[in-house]
């Protein structure tokens, strides 16, 4: 099955710095990228979502770039703020099975 | 709309008894999933299903069963709880998962305790 890993499980950066989290992925076949934030003792939380006919997306503040030859992901979020301080997975999908990696979680410093 | 709701938000067992936890959409979503998530795991796939009547095994099964009834409730059952069964259950759903991605909604979660 997919084998997705997630570098690195902790990061601290300074409020206004930029922050770049990174996954790779097993199964050649995977199709759909999301990642998710997730607030301490709350649900994950759809951030933004890459499909593999697509290179890079962005939204805001946050951006997402997928190398599919590779096979790794990024998530990229600029002029942090102290509000984006959470746990970030990603997770590899190809139709119905979804295999996450293990999170990192992110500080940011005012 | 609710969304996803699941019930309860916290139980504590005792090793080899069994339970069921609740999971309900009011999407109208084809496909729902139940996941655990245990610090520095991640989120790992237990079962899912796309529809009413369909289920099938994620990534960690075993000692769990769920069934699909309805379109609206995907119910998760430890047949003997096990203290490796202590974790954070996570229900989840989404429109339909044959097509290239859809954003999948995630409960509140339940918080087990198995003693």
């Known amino acids: 099955g997919e084998n997705v890993e997630q570098h690195p499980s902790t990061l601290s950066v300074q409020e206004g710095d930029s922050a770049v989290i990174k996954c790779t992925y097993s199964?050649?076949?995977?199709?759909?990228f999301p990642w998710y934030k997730q607030e301490l003792g709350k649900r994950p939380q759809l951030i933004i979502d890459i499909r593999s006919n697509v290179g890079e997306k962005k939204d805001q503040r946050i951006a997402v770039t997928l190398n599919k030859t590779a096979k790794h992901f990024s998530l990229h979020i600029t002029e942090t703020q102290p509000e984006d301080s959470a746990v970030y997975f990603c997770?590899?999908?190809?139709?119905?099975?979804?295999?996450f990696g293990a999170g990192t979680r992110l500080t940011v410093k005012p | 709309n609710a969304g996803v709701t699941q019930t309860p938000k916290f139980q504590v067992l005792k090793t080899g008894q069994s339970m069921t936890l609740q999971c309900a959409q009011d999407m109208n979503h084809e496909y729902m999933s139940w996941y655990r998530q245990d610090p520095g795991m991640g989120l790992r796939l237990i079962h899912y299903?796309?529809?009413?009547?369909?289920?099938d095994q994620g990534e960690v099964p075993n000692g769990y069963n769920v069934s699909r009834s309805t379109t609206e409730d995907f119910p998760l059952r430890l047949l003997s709880a096990a203290p490796s069964q202590t974790s954070v259950y996570f229900c989840?759903?989404?429109?339909?998962?044959?097509?290239?991605?859809?954003?999948?909604?995630f409960g509140p979660g339940t918080r087990l305790l198995v003693l």
């Open positions: 997770a590899a999908s190809r139709g119905d099975d979804m295999r």
């Open positions: 989840a759903s989404s429109y339909s998962r044959r097509v290239m991605g859809e954003t999948q909604y």
């Open positions: 299903s796309v529809g009413a009547g369909i289920t």
């Open positions: 199964d050649s076949a995977s199709n759909y």
